[in-house]
Nanobody
Framework: QVQLVESGGGSVQAGGSVTLSCAAS???????MAWFRQAPGKEREFVGG????????WCRECAKGRFNISRDNAKNTVYLQMNSLKPEDTAVYYC??????????????????WGQGTQVTVSS
């Protein structure tokens, strides 16, 4: 049974930083991992993802320099580092995985396993 456990959420003021972790267990091999978030009243949206080998990364806010996604395969852990946070980043953040090793997909139905979510609240 694959399990994902997120940690690292909390409350932060605008402009601050938070690093989320997602620890995976229950299977061998390295698979693509993704981060999603869901704000109240909104659909769950793709934040970014990283390939199983850790080389390929896809993340709009990473391209802007605000977020960074990384992984430590020795620890079976994926990280989402978020900087310059804005109130609109407030959401429950989820990590997800499936059985692909390459580019993570941006739609929720592509994933078989989800973490329980961790709340990030950014105050102005």
């Amino acid at each position: 049974q694959v399990q994902l456990v997120e940690s690292g959420g909390g409350s932060v003021q605008a402009g601050g930083s938070v690093t989320l972790s997602c620890a995976a267990s229950g299977r061998t091999g390295t698979f693509a991992m993704a981060w999603f978030r869901q704000a109240p009243g909104k659909e769950r949206e793709f934040v970014g993802g990283i390939a199983g080998d850790g080389v390929g990364r896809w993340c709009r806010e990473c391209a802007k320099g605000r977020f960074n996604i990384s992984r430590d395969n020795a620890k079976n852990t994926v990280y989402l580092q978020m900087n310059s946070l804005k109130p609109e980043d407030t959401a429950v953040y989820y990590c997800a995985t499936g059985w692909t090793t390459g580019r993570p997909q941006e739609y929720t139905s592509a994933y078989d396993y989800w973490g329980q979510g961790t709340q990030v609240t950014v105050s102005s």
